[in-house]
């Protein structure tokens, strides 16, 4: 049985900081790509960031561009995003995916989900 399980998540002021983590287990994903989503009360799930297979070419949402920085420890089976000089429109459920070979930006290509971890940012 394959699980994603995020931690990391909590209540910060705006301009702060956060890193989430996600550990995979049940099988290993170093050879696709690893990715966090978004989702705030009342719109859809969004892309945030991805790693493609064996930590190469890293891609992010135009809005967390410079602020976030996603990375992966292949050993672990685990990726991770660090936020800094976060805003309040960050406030979202974050989630962790997996099983991505294409289109790394949409949630249709990803097999695996993890359960989410709240982000809250207060102004």
């Known amino acids: 049985q394959v699980q994603l399980v995020e931690s990391g998540g909590g209540l910060v002021q705006a301009g702060g900081s956060l890193r989430l983590s996600c550990v995979a287990s049940?099988?290993?994903?170093?050879?696709?790509?690893m990715g966090w989503f978004r989702q705030a009360p009342g719109k859809e799930r969004e892309f945030v960031a991805a790693?493609?297979?064996?930590?190469?070419?890293?891609y992010y949402a135009d809005s967390v561009k410079g602020r976030f920085a996603i990375s992966r420890d292949n050993a672990k089976n685990a990726v991770y995003l660090q936020m800094n000089s976060l805003k309040p429109e960050d406030t979202a459920v974050y989630y962790c995916?997996?099983?991505?070979?294409?289109?790394?930006?949409?949630?249709?290509?990803?097999?695996?989900w993890g359960q989410g971890t709240q982000v809250t940012v207060s102004s």
């Open positions: 995916a997996a099983g991505a070979y294409e289109g790394f930006s949409e949630p249709s290509r990803y097999s695996y």
């Open positions: 049940g099988r290993t994903f170093s050879n696709s790509a």
């Open positions: 790693n493609r297979r064996s930590g190469f070419a890293k």
